[in-house]
Nanobody, 113 residues
Framework: QVQLVESGGGLVQPGGSLRLSCAAS??????MGWYRQVPGKQRELVAT???????DYADSVKGRFTISRDDAKNTVSLQMDSLKPEDTAVYYC?????????WGQGTQVTVSS
C-alpha cells in the first residue's frame, strides 16, 4: 500500500508560478507523476517521471512545467510556471509500483485574475 500526500495548490494569477509536492510512503516506486481533472472531463496526464529519471509531459505543459523527484525522500514535485487559466484543475499525485497504481486526494489549482 502507498499513501500519497499532496501540498502546494492554490490561487495564482495568469503568468504566475506554483509548486506542487507529493510525499509517498513505501518504496520503491517505479513511476511518479501528476494528473489533472476538471469537472465533466476525464483525468489527464500532466507529467510523469520514472525511477531512472525519464520524463514525460503533456504537450500543453511542455516548456512551462518541470517535474522532479527525490528518491531518497520519496517525493515528487511539479514546478508550474507561466500558468494559464486553462491549467485550472484538481491536480492528483500518481504512483505506480509492482503492487498497483495509487492516487493522492487531489489539490486544487486555480489560475485567475
Amino acid at each position: 500500500q502507498v499513501q500519497l500526500v499532496e501540498s502546494g495548490g492554490g490561487l495564482v494569477q495568469p503568468g504566475g508560478s506554483l509548486r506542487l509536492s507529493c510525499a509517498a510512503s513505501g518504496s520503491p516506486i517505479i513511476i511518479m507523476g501528476w494528473y489533472r481533472q476538471v469537472p465533466g472531463k476525464q483525468r489527464e496526464l500532466v507529467a510523469t517521471i520514472a525511477y531512472g529519471g525519464s520524463r514525460d509531459y503533456a504537450d500543453s505543459v511542455k516548456g512551462r512545467f518541470t517535474i522532479s523527484r527525490d528518491d531518497a525522500k520519496n517525493t515528487v514535485s511539479l514546478q508550474m510556471d507561466s500558468l494559464k487559466p486553462e491549467d485550472t484543475a484538481v491536480y492528483y499525485c500518481y504512483a505506480y509500483k509492482s503492487t498497483g497504481t495509487y492516487w493522492g486526494q487531489g489539490t486544487q489549482v486555480t489560475v485567475s485574475s
